[in-house]
Nanobody, 120 residues
Framework: QVQLVESGGGLVQPGGSLRLSCAASGSIFSINAMGWYRQAPGKQRELVAAITSGGSTNYADSVKGRFTISRDNAKNTVYLQMNSLKPEDTAVYYC??????????????WGQGTQVTVSS
């Protein structure tokens, strides 16, 4: 089994910063893409940012220039540095990982979600 554990959410004022972390553990042979998604109340889950094992990244237009995704392959951990936060960034943020498990097979795993609230 594989687990993704997120941390770093919370309440921040507009213009502030937060850093999210997501650590994967378990029966992991390798991890391909890792990413962060978010879901605001009444809205569909959307991709925020993703990063490949080689370090290639892509971002939602709404966060370009403000958010930075990175990963530490040795620790199976992905990070999301969020700067210049806006109230519209308020959502539950979910980590996702495309994992190749020992014994074969590629599976998508999700974290439990961490709340980010941007409010004065």
């Amino acid at each position: 089994q594989v687990q993704l554990v997120e941390s770093g959410g919370g309440l921040v004022q507009p213009g502030g910063s937060l850093r999210l972390s997501c650590a994967a553990s378990g029966s992991i042979f390798s991890i391909n893409a890792m990413g962060w998604y978010r879901q605001a109340p009444g809205k569909q889950r959307e991709l925020v940012a993703a990063i490949t094992s080689g370090g290639s990244t892509n971002y939602a237009d709404s966060v370009k220039g403000r958010f930075t995704i990175s990963r530490d392959n040795a620790k199976n951990t992905v990070y999301l540095q969020m700067n210049s936060l806006k109230p519209e960034d308020t959502a539950v943020y979910y980590c996702n990982a495309a994992v190749v498990r020992y014994g074969g097979g590629r599976y998508d795993y999700w974290g439990q979600g961490t709340q980010v609230t941007v409010s004065s």
